[in-house]
């Protein structure tokens, strides 16, 4: 399996992790794009967005339905950080809604760690989310100090 950067955005893909697609659109203008290929076939994406010579965003992760729950996640966001290591970033951010709790797992077993709320920030979205039961509303951000 290779990560590689591409301008040949999996929206759909995308989508999974940002229902938004105005969103998903501004991250790919602002940042590069990364998918994980196996035998030529999609695998996993993320979005890294550089907000400062310091501070990076991983702003979309997601992987494919049939390969979820096998690692490829983690694989990614080490990906990514060692990619902001490389440009010389101190710090990545990721940000998640209140009702992820599988991914609010998996970013503080990579060694996230929580750092604010973003009040009502998916409220103006066009439809609700709800996962597990919870209605999704706030975004809680998370951030990874590299040393
Ligand atoms: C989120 C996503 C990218 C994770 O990818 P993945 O390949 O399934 O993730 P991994 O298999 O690498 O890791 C999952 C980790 O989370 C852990 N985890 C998941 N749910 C958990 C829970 N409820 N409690 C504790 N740990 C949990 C797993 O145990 C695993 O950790 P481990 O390897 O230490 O056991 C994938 O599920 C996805 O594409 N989801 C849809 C899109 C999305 O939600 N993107 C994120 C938007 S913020």
């Given amino acids: ?3 590689e950067e591409t ?5 759909e893909l995308l989508l999974e992790a940002d229902p938004s697609i105005y969103k998903i659109k ?3 203008e602002k940042g590069k794009c990364f998918i994980a290929v196996d035998k030529e076939v999609l695998q996993g994406v993320y979005i890294l967005v550089a907000h400062t010579p310091n501070k990076a965003e991983i702003t979309n992760i997601a992987v494919i339905e049939e390969e979820r729950g096998r690692g490829l996640g983690k694989k990614l966001i080490q990906d990514a950080l060692q990619r902001a290591k490389k440009l010389g970033m101190t710090s990545v951010e990721i940000g998640t809604g209140n009702s992820s709790i599988a991914q609010l797992a998996l970013y503080q077993k990579c060694g996230f760690r929580i750092c604010g709320i973003i009040q ?3 409220d103006d979205y066009p439809e609700p989310i709800v996962e597990d039961g919870i209605r999704c509303r706030d975004m809680i951000r998370l951030t990874y100090q590299i040393s």
Avoid: H, L, Q
């Fill in 26 to 28: 501004e991250y790919v």
């Fill in 7 to 11: 301008e040949n955005y999996p929206f």
């Fill in 120 to 122: 009502g920030f998916f």
């Fill in 1 to 3: 399996m290779i990560i």
